[in-house]
């Protein structure tokens, strides 16, 4: 890629916003022929919608570029500040307008149910456009009333073409002049590129902040990146990306797979992750998924979070590693899990039955002459510490079985020992 000219004083994001819907860059999904918003657009009617997708995808843009293909008043709302007195003022605004309004609520997943409720009857009633941006999943933060008067629109990370294309723009931007000479070779653009990670605005951040510490004519390599930005990758830890590559990671861990799990756990620990979130997920791991099929499991877990916290990174990430690969290819078993399910709805279901007497501790006269703990037979009294025939639910729970064993790892020794200790054919 050619030596450019780059200048910083300006925000270079809001610099190369593009200026009409010919240059947008990417969502050809929805902007393309046939795709949603592009269908509205040929038929110049603009419905409301809600545009939901990660950081950086080009929503605000989008809002903005819609308003302008209708000539329209555009109003922006944001829902870290508005309250429903301002969202008043604006609808009553619209009714009094000759003009057709936009109105653009950034982040709407922030307000309550009351304050999205406040624009359904502008909404029905055609008063105004509505055109929400969200980087949260609508079906959990925005109301039924709401998603049922807009079209829900997914907008999708950019694609490293994309980004390349964005790449481009920034180096011939005419504002970026007597800098620096950033000279961009082909690899290192390919890695800008991958490492923004499908948002436009963390490129933009990283390109100026090359620009920023880059010496003249110094030539960006790969390496130079790698100690200049890392900062700048980033890991929501609290939106669809972060539940998104931890499920992918839990998934791969119970399918056995050590090559994926060992994958998604170095994504997410290069994008900025806690090691204490993936952690937590492999306690989760070790009891639901592996269980008694292979009780060292959970403690190999234990082991190397303890061992993680004393060495940190990198040379804990070996203990995290090793961790990893081993609940991968333990021997498999949910029946702990599916016991504490049939338990807690055994408790639901049932009424709380008294405790039988023989299984009572009489400390006081008055408990002695209830009849409590007469019948208790002692196990440890007994060949292999057992008593055959004991009932130790409530009498109306009697013969109730909740956890069953599989016949993998450890859990197949442990099936036959309850055969045995239940009396059943073995």
């Known amino acids: 890629m050619s030596t450019r000219t780059i200048h910083t004083r300006v925000p270079l994001a809001a610099r190369l916003r593009p200026q009409s819907i010919e240059d947008y860059i990417g969502q050809e999904h929805v902007l393309g022929a046939g795709g949603v918003v592009r269908t509205m657009l040929d038929a110049g009617n603009l419905d409301s919608m809600i545009m939901t997708g990660p950081p950086g995808v ?68 055609g008063v105004v456009t509505f055109l929400g941006a969200t980087t949260e999943n609508p079906g959990f933060y925005v109301n039924n009333a709401l998603q049922s008067r807009v079209h829900l629109v997914f907008l999708q990370l950019l694609t490293i073409d994309n980004l390349k294309v964005l ?16 000279n961009i070779p082909a690899e290192s653009a390919e890695y800008l590129c991958e490492a923004a990670n499908g948002d436009a605005r963390r490129l933009l951040n990283m390109v100026e902040a090359l620009a920023k ?37 839990h998934k791969s861990l119970r399918g056995s797979d050590p090559d994926a799990a060992l994958y998604w756990m170095v994504r997410m620990l290069e994008s900025g992750c806690d090691p204490a979130s993936i952690f937590r997920r492999m306690f989760c791991v070790a009891s ?77 006269r008055a408990d002695q002459q209830k ?3 007469i019948g208790y037979q002692y196990p440890h009294d007994y060949e292999d510490a057992h008593v055959q025939g004991v009932n130790y639910f409530p009498d109306a729970l009697r013969g109730t079985r909740l956890y069953e064993p599989v016949e993998r790892g450890l859990e197949k020794q442990i099936a036959a020992k309850l055969r045995r200790l239940r009396d059943e054919d073995y």
């Open 58 to 125: 080009g929503k605000t843009t989008l809002a903005q570029l819609l308003a302008q293909t209708q000539n329209a008043h555009f109003e922006i709302l944001s829902a870290v500040n508005a309250g429903v007195k301002d969202i008043r003022q604006v609808l009553e605004a619209a009714r009094t307008r000759e003009q057709a309004t936009v109105v653009f609520v950034d982040e709407i997943h922030r307000f309550n149910k009351s304050q999205q409720d406040a624009f359904l009857p502008a909404i029905e009633e």
């Open 167 to 182: 790449l481009e723009r920034a180096l011939r931007d005419d504002e970026f002049v007597a800098s620096r000479q950033l």
């Open 213 to 249: 510490s880059a010496k003249p004519q110094e030539e960006i390599t790969v390496a130079v990146l790698k100690k200049r930005i890392s900062h700048l990758i980033r890991f929501d830890q609290k939106g669809d990306e972060y539940y998104e590559c931890i499920s992918a990671f």
């Open 288 to 364: 639901e998924d592996v269980g008694n099929a292979d009780p060292r499991a959970l403690q190999i877990c234990n082991d190397a979070a303890a061992a993680y916290e004393r060495l940190g990174s990198p040379e804990g990430e070996l203990c995290l590693a090793q961790a990893v690969t081993y609940l991968a290819v333990a021997p498999k078993s949910n029946a702990v899990c599916l016991a504490l399910k049939a338990a807690r709805s055994l408790v639901k279901s049932t009424p709380a039955f008294p405790v039988p007497n023989h299984l009572c501790n009489a400390p006081t």
């Open 371 to 373: 009849g409590k703990g």
